[in-house]
């Protein structure tokens, strides 16, 4: 029996991890929960998987979750607070794997406690590998903690992977659906609304990744999480658009031979990867080849997308250029739905923060956290 910390268990991959969960009680249990800012949702989590501890994002919130527990008569589950209550949530004794799915740095503190605390994780959370992979990974490999990615493109390539050896990698290719505007006209994307942007054709996600797959940026991040995850040079990355999401990422071999893994659009099924491996359990997360009849593969353009050349400088230089791409693009995505910047305002806020980016190399998560505060200033201060 797996006992699981889930980092961001209201969000879309918290709940997927539950509902596998729900399906493997022989296999697996909820330990602790990090649920965020959302009451209801956190109330309905604990009463029905009663973890002994469940964080949330403030002491209010703890309070009002707190009483509400108290008032429907369960006890014995401590409720704590803030990044200091996820790092509980991630580092207790009888935690045997970590989710990690809280969107943002915020996750970072309780991700990179778990792996020094010797915990698997399961990571779900790009923007810790972006902002601090360099940190993670060798935590991981001097505690040798596996680091299972949940992101479908990692995940399809950790799989892929096991085909060979690390030195018999040529290219690592990542696919892209090239969300909403592949074909849009180049011209009109200054005018392209948050709710065109917002709209995915294959996957249903939160609104910054929804975002950041309209402009390929989270392609971009995907580059980067690449490049750490499995200790390869940018240059070994490389991007295929392929509108179908049905390969999720394929692995090039020296021989020319090229894997790659195929299976239902569903993030229950990285997650069960990550959770079970080495193991592969039966699931009724079956895709029909039957009914399987063209795949498409196409270059990515990059005039119309500049993230993924913005994300390749910024993978070259490492550091905070990585910090500092993951910042200004929160940023400058809040700010363009709020209507603050048009759609390609996105790329040019970027750029003007990357312009003004130094080239240190941050050693400590203090150090990354500093580096995200000041690219974000920074962001605003060019959208100001
Ligand atoms: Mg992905």
């Known amino acids: 029996m797996k006992r699981l910390a889930i980092l961001g268990s209201t969000g879309s991959i918290g709940q997927s991890t539950l509902s596998i969960v729900e399906q493997f009680p022989e296999r697996y249990s909820v330990a602790t929960l990090a649920a965020g800012r959302n009451v209801d949702e956190a109330f309905v989590q604990t009463s029905r998987w009663r973890p002994r501890v469940i964080s949330m994002a403030t002491e209010e919130l703890a309070a009002e979750l707190g009483k509400r527990l108290r008032q429907a008569g369960i006890l014995g589950v401590d409720v704590v607070h803030g990044s200091a209550g996820t790092v509980v949530c991630s580092t207790q004794a009888d935690v045997d794997f970590v989710v990690s799915a809280i969107v943002g740095v915020a996750g970072l503190e309780a991700t990179h406690a778990a792996i020094l605390a010797g915990k698997p994780v399961g990571l779900a959370n790009k923007e810790c590998m972006v902002a601090a992979g360099e940190i993670l990974t060798s935590a991981a490999r001097e505690r040798k903690v596996p680091i299972l990615p949940i992101d479908s493109e990692h995940n399809a390539v950790h799989q892929c992977m096991r085909a060979g050896a690390h030195n018999?990698?040529?290219?690592?290719?990542?696919?892209?659906?090239?969300?909403?505007?592949?074909?849009?006209?180049?011209?009109?994307?200054?005018?392209?609304?948050?709710?065109?942007?917002?709209?995915?054709?294959?996957?249903?996600?939160g609104r910054r990744i929804t975002i950041d797959s309209?402009?390929?940026?989270?392609k971009g991040l995907e580059i980067i999480e690449a490049c750490r995850l499995f200790d390869v040079p940018p240059s070994q990355v490389r991007v295929t658009v392929h509108p179908q999401s049905t390969v999720h990422s394929l692995v090039e071999y020296a021989d020319g031979s090229i894997l790659a893994?195929?299976?239902?659009?569903?993030?229950?099924?990285?997650?069960?990867?990550?959770?079970?491996?080495?193991?592969?359990?039966?699931?009724?997360?079956?895709?029909?080849?039957?009914?399987?009849?063209h795949l498409d593969f196409e270059q990515p353009d990059f005039?119309?997308?500049?993230?993924?050349?913005?994300?390749?400088?910024?993978a070259a230089k490492?550091?905070?250029?990585c910090i500092a791409l993951n910042a200004a693009?929160?940023?400058?995505?809040e700010a363009f739905l709020q209507g603050v910047i048009p759609f390609m305002g996105i790329p040019r806020t970027i750029e003007?923060?990357?312009?003004?980016?130094?080239?240190?190399?941050?050693?400590?998560?203090?150090?990354?956290?500093?580096?995200?505060?000041?690219?974000?200033?920074?962001?605003?201060?060019?959208?100001?």
Not at 214 to 218: H, I, S, Y
Not at 318 to 321: E, N, R, S
Not at 329 to 333: K, S, T
Request: net charge negative; glycine share 4%.
């Open 168 to 205: 018999e990698v040529k290219t690592i290719w990542l696919t892209a659906s090239g969300g909403p505007f592949r074909q849009y006209p180049l011209e009109k994307f200054d005018s392209i609304t948050p709710e065109q942007a917002l709209k995915h054709p294959t996957w249903v996600m």
């Open 214 to 218: 309209a402009t390929m940026l989270n």
């Open 261 to 293: 893994q195929i299976s239902v659009t569903d993030m229950r099924l990285p997650i069960l990867y990550a959770l079970a491996y080495p193991e592969r359990p039966t699931s009724n997360l079956t895709f029909d080849l039957a009914h399987l009849r």
């Open 303 to 314: 005039a119309r997308f500049p993230c993924l050349r913005l994300a390749y400088e910024a």
């Open 318 to 321: 490492g550091g905070v250029h």
């Open 329 to 333: 693009d929160e940023v400058a995505v």
């Open 352 to 384: 003007a923060v990357l312009a003004s980016t130094s080239e240190a190399h941050p050693g400590t998560i203090a150090e990354v956290l500093a580096a995200d505060g000041a690219a974000r200033e920074r962001a605003r201060a060019v959208l100001a």
